[in-house]
C-alpha cells in the first residue's frame, strides 16, 4: 500500500487566542494559570463564544504529576473552567506538548468530530527547587541512552550542540549572546514576559545598585560587555551561559480552534492553520550531524509542502530558543538560513523585529519564559496577535504579516511541531 | 452556533491488534513490553504491513515518569521500533489513556492526515513498592479535593461507591465476589493474563498447602466460602476485599487502525469502528448520585448514538472492573441492566461467557490485570478477537459476535471513553 494522505479533509481557523502572565508566581496552581488564559482566550473571540458551544479540550502539559503530584490534569481543568463533561485529553511530547496538542485539536475538527476545540498548556514549575526542575525536565531525554549512560541534562545536550556549532562554523559565544539581547528587547514589550527588561536595562540597574554599595564602577560599556563578565553571566554548560537559557516559568496558553465553514458566526478575523507537520527523532547520538535536527527539518518540510509555501513565504516566526543556540539552529533547520549562516543573521540583525526576518518578536522562549507544556500553544497567541495586528508595542514594523511559523522542540529534538498560519 | 457535529468525516478500521503477557516482569521495561506488543500487532495484519506505512503512533501512559524516571515516552517508542520520524503523542487520560489514544488515532484517520496509525497502551508499574504505586495512582484523583482534603485513594473511593451500592440496593458484598470469581474464570483461558487460575483452583491449590504444612483442614465448600475467609481475602476498604481489587501489572497492548478506504490492502476482515463517546466529569463528590457515574453514562451516549445502536445490541462489553464493583455500577451506566440490577445479573450468570451478556471475556482488569495505560486497548483487542472469532478457548459459545463495546474509566470516573466496534 502507499500512505501518505496529509491533507484536511477540513480547513480549521483560529477564532481566538489568550494566555497569562509567564513568571514565577508562588500562589498560583495549574488551575489557576488555566483558568486565565481561557478567560483570555474566550474573551478574545471577536463576536463572542458561549463555553457551551466547545466540544473539546486540548491540553498540552509535560510533568504535572511531578511538578504539582497532580496527573490526569485534563478533565481537572475542563471540570473547572465549567467545560465538562466536554473530552478532555492531556497531550504529551515534552516541551513540544502543546505544539503537538494543537494539532490534535486541528485534526479533530478536521475529522468531522467536533466544530470548536479549545487547545491549551499550562505547567506549573516552580512550585520545587531548581536542581529538581532540572531533573524532572532531564526525564524528557532517553533516560536509558542519553541521561544514566552519557549523564546529559538539558543545559549539557545544548551545550554539546553550540560547541559543534562553534567548531565547525567558526561562530563564537558572542553570536549567541545576540539571540539573547534581541530576545530580551523583544520580552520587554511584551506585557506578558517573564522579563520585561532589555539586557541594557538589567546592566544598568546592575552598575547603579554596585555604585550604591560601594563597590568600583564596571568595566561595561555595553550589553556585550556585560555578557561577557563572569560574575553576572556564569558558565552553565560550555560555551552556554547563565544568560543562553530560558528560564523556569509557570504560565498557561490558550487557543480557540473552529471548523472554517462555521468560523464565521466567531469572527471575521480568522487566522488559517495553513500547514502542520510532526516529527519524532532518536536521541542525540543518532543525529546525523550535531548541528541539524532530523525531526525539525522532517517537521518543517511537512508543514511547508501542506500549506504550499516555502521559507521565503514566511513573515515572522516563533522559534524554539530553549537555549540561544537553538534559535540560530532552528532558523537554518527551517530553511530561513543556509547552514552555518544562522549565527551571522542573528549578529546583522535579520532576526531583529525590524529586520528582514523576524523570529521570536514575544521575546522567545528565552524572555517570555518556558512553562514548557504552554510554550508551544503560547507561541500560536504571538502568531495569532502580530498576524492580527494586535500586538500593540511588539507589532511588527511591516502591518499584519500573512505567513507565521512556529517551531515547538521537545526533549533533544525527539520531538518537533512546525505550524503554518496564514492571514 | 450549534455546535455538535459527531459524525467521521471517514470511517476507520481496525486491521490488526496485539498484546504483551501481562504480569510482574522484573527484566521488562516500557520498551520491551511496548515492542512485544507492536510486533503482536503487525503480524496480526492478515495481508502484512509494512512499517514504513504506518504514519502515526498515539501511546496511551499514565505515569512513566513516576514508574521509570521516563517521560516523553512516545517518540522513545517510535524509535525503539524503527518508526521514527512518523509523529508520535503520548495521550494521558490516567486509566483511559489508550482508551482515549484509540479516539485519537481514529480522529487522525478520519482527518484525512493518516492513511494508518498504530494505537499503543503501556505502562510499567512493578519496579516501585506497592505502596508507591497506590500513592503515584492517586495522582489520577483530584489532588484538591480527593486526595489532601478527602484522604482518598482508589481503594477508597470505589470502597464508598460500593458501599453506597450495597446499601442503596440491598446487595451484599457477595455478589462482588461474583465478578471476581466468574472473571478468574475467563482469565484462565487467556493466555495473556495476568492471573491464569480460576479461584476454584487457587483454592485447592491452598488447601493443599495447608495439608503439606500440617494446618488444620479448611471449611472451604466453594469459591464464595474461599472469599469469605478473611485470611486468603483481607479487607481492603470496606466492603472491598483483595479479591475485588485488580493487581498492579506490566504490561502492553496495540492496534492498527486504517481508513476504510485503504483497508483492503490489509485485510479482508476489518473490525469497523461504528461509534465513540468520550466524556469528562467532575471529582466523586460532585456526582448526582454514588451509584452512577456521569461521564460513563455521557461517553455511552454519544457512543451509541453514533453508532445507531442501543444497549440491546451489544453482544459482548469489556468493561473497567478496576474493583469488582466497577465492573457492577458500568453495566448498569451502560444500559445493559436497570439500577440495582447489575450485581442480580452477574449472579444469575447473565454476564458470564456463556450468558446472555457476557462481560470481561478477556478476565477483565480484574484477573488479565491492569497496566493502567494500556488497558483500554487491551480491552479493544479482545474485542477484536472475538468479533473475528480468533478467541480460542475463550471465543463466545455464539460464533463471531457482531457488536462489542469496551468502557475505559480514568481517575474516580474524570474520564470515561466507549467504543463500539462492529463485525
Known amino acids: 500500500m502507499k500512505t501518505g494522505a496529509r491533507r484536511l479533509a477540513r480547513n480549521v481557523v483560529i477564532a481566538g487566542a489568550g494566555a497569562s502572565c509567564f513568571g514565577v508566581f508562588p500562589k498560583k496552581t495549574s488551575r489557576d494559570l488555566f483558568l486565565e488564559a481561557f478567560l483570555d482566550a474566550i474573551r478574545s473571540v471577536d463576536k463572542g463564544l458561549q463555553p457551551a458551544d466547545i466540544e473539546g479540550l486540548y491540553l498540552?502539559?509535560?510533568?504535572?504529576?511531578?511538578?504539582?503530584?497532580?496527573?490526569?490534569?485534563?478533565?481537572?481543568?475542563?471540570?473547572?473552567?465549567?467545560?465538562?463533561?466536554?473530552?478532555?485529553?492531556?497531550?504529551?511530547?515534552?516541551?513540544?506538548?502543546s505544539g503537538a496538542a494543537f494539532r490534535q485539536g486541528v485534526m479533530a475538527?478536521?475529522?468531522?468530530?467536533?466544530?470548536?476545540?479549545?487547545?491549551?498548556?499550562?505547567?506549573?514549575?516552580?512550585?520545587?527547587?531548581?536542581?529538581?526542575?532540572?531533573?524532572?525536565?532531564?526525564?524528557?531525554?532517553?533516560?536509558?541512552?542519553?541521561?544514566?549512560?552519557?549523564?546529559?541534562?538539558?543545559?549539557?545536550?545544548?551545550?554539546?550542540?553550540?560547541?559543534?556549532y562553534l567548531h565547525r562554523y567558526g561562530a563564537s559565544p558572542e553570536h549567541l549572546m545576540r539571540v539573547a539581547i534581541k530576545n530580551h528587547q523583544n520580552g520587554a514589550l511584551n506585557p506578558r514576559a517573564h522579563f520585561r527588561a532589555t539586557i541594557r536595562d538589567t546592566?544598568?540597574?546592575?552598575?547603579?545598585?554596585?555604585?550604591?554599595?560601594?563597590?568600583?564602577?564596571p568595566s561595561w560599556q555595553d550589553e556585550?560587555?556585560?555578557?561577557r563578565d563572569d560574575r553576572v553571566n556564569p558558565l552553565v554548560a560550555w560555551p552556554l551561559r547563565l544568560y543562553d537559557c530560558s528560564p523556569i516559568s509557570d504560565g498557561a496558553s490558550c487557543l480557540v480552534l473552529a471548523?472554517?465553514?462555521?468560523?464565521?458566526?466567531l469572527t471575521d478575523h480568522p487566522v488559517h492553520v495553513a500547514g502542520i507537520g510532526q516529527a519524532s527523532g532518536g536521541p542525540l547520538a543518532s543525529?546525523?550531524?550535531?548541528?541539524?535536527?532530523?525531526?525539525?527539518?522532517?517537521?518543517a518540510r511537512q508543514a511547508y509542502t501542506m500549506a504550499g509555501v516555502t521559507a521565503e513565504d514566511i513573515d515572522l516566526a516563533e522559534v524554539h530558543d530553549c537555549f540561544t543556540i537553538a534559535e540560530i539552529v532552528a532558523t537554518e533547520d527551517l530553511g530561513f538560513f543556509a547552514p552555518g549562516e544562522g549565527a551571522l543573521a542573528v549578529a546583522e540583525g535579520m532576526t531583529?523585529?525590524?529586520?528582514?526576518?523576524?523570529?521570536?518578536?514575544?521575546?522567545?522562549?528565552?524572555?517570555k519564559g518556558h512553562p514548557v507544556g504552554a510554550t508551544g500553544a503560547a507561541q500560536i497567541v504571538e502568531l495569532w496577535e502580530q498576524i492580527r495586528g494586535q500586538a500593540g508595542p511588539r507589532q511588527l514594523p511591516k502591518q499584519k504579516p500573512r505567513y507565521g511559523l512556529a517551531q515547538n522542540l521537545g526533549g533533544t529534538g525527539s520531538t518537533c511541531v512546525v505550524t503554518i498560519l496564514k492571514g
Open 60 to 97: 498540552g502539559n509535560f510533568a504535572s504529576e511531578v511538578f504539582e503530584g497532580q496527573s490526569h490534569l485534563a478533565p481537572l481543568m475542563a471540570d473547572w473552567a465549567g467545560l465538562a463533561p466536554i473530552p478532555s485529553v492531556r497531550i504529551e511530547d515534552a516541551c513540544a506538548s
Open 109 to 164: 475538527i478536521a475529522s468531522g468530530m467536533c466544530d470548536v476545540v479549545v487547545v491549551a498548556g499550562v505547567e506549573k514549575m516552580t512550585r520545587m527547587p531548581t536542581d529538581g526542575v532540572t531533573a524532572a525536565l532531564a526525564m524528557a531525554a532517553d533516560d536509558v541512552f542519553e541521561v544514566q549512560q552519557a549523564g546529559l541534562t538539558f543545559p549539557g545536550a545544548f551545550g554539546i550542540i553550540a560547541s559543534a
Open 203 to 217: 546592566m544598568k540597574a546592575r552598575a547603579e545598585r554596585m555604585a550604591q554599595s560601594g563597590e568600583p564602577e
Open 224 to 227: 556585550m560587555d556585560f555578557l
Open 259 to 265: 471548523a472554517e465553514d462555521v468560523a464565521s458566526d
Open 287 to 299: 543525529w546525523d550531524s550535531l548541528t541539524s535536527s532530523p525531526a525539525v527539518r522532517e517537521a
Open 352 to 367: 531583529a523585529r525590524d529586520g528582514a526576518r523576524p523570529v521570536n518578536t514575544s521575546g522567545g522562549l528565552k524572555a
